[in-house]
């Protein structure tokens, strides 16, 4: 019973291992996006923010650079705990005050931030 149910254990194994593989590969282009968000959106509308997003996109597009096309910024670099307390110290839970705290607690320097 043990043996056969490590085996099943050992598909589970490749498949996850496979994966990690593939998000090392997208990890570049990934971080790229994710730092490009941090140093030049602050001062950017949420409508803005998306077209940057789209448009760096496609760069990394033409520059065959691997990135996930899911890519979701908030969950990338803010954990769910983070933003529930941000949330409940009277942040918004709007996508763009997220954002901004993300841009605010992640920033070396003052950021310029327009909300």
């Not at 043996?3 to 971080?31: H, N, Y």
């Not at 992640?106 to 950021?111: D, F, G, L, S, V």
Request: hydrophobic fraction near 40%; avoid cysteine; proline fraction near 3%.
């Amino acid at each position: 019973a043990l043996i056969s149910g490590l085996s099943g254990e050992k598909e589970r194994w490749t498949k996850q291992s496979k994966e990690f593989e593939a998000q090392l590969g997208r990890l570049v282009g990934d971080v790229l996006l994710a730092s490009a968000f941090l140093s030049y959106s602050g001062p950017f509308n949420q409508e803005f923010r998306s077209i940057l997003l789209d448009n760096w996109k496609e760069e990394l597009k033409l520059r065959n650079i691997p990135f996930s096309s899911n890519i979701n910024l908030i969950e990338m670099l803010a954990e769910a705990t983070t933003i529930s307390e941000w949330n409940l110290q009277g942040l918004p839970n709007d996508e763009l005050s997220v954002q901004n705290g993300i841009i605010v607690t992640k920033a070396t320097r003052y950021p310029l931030l327009i909300d």
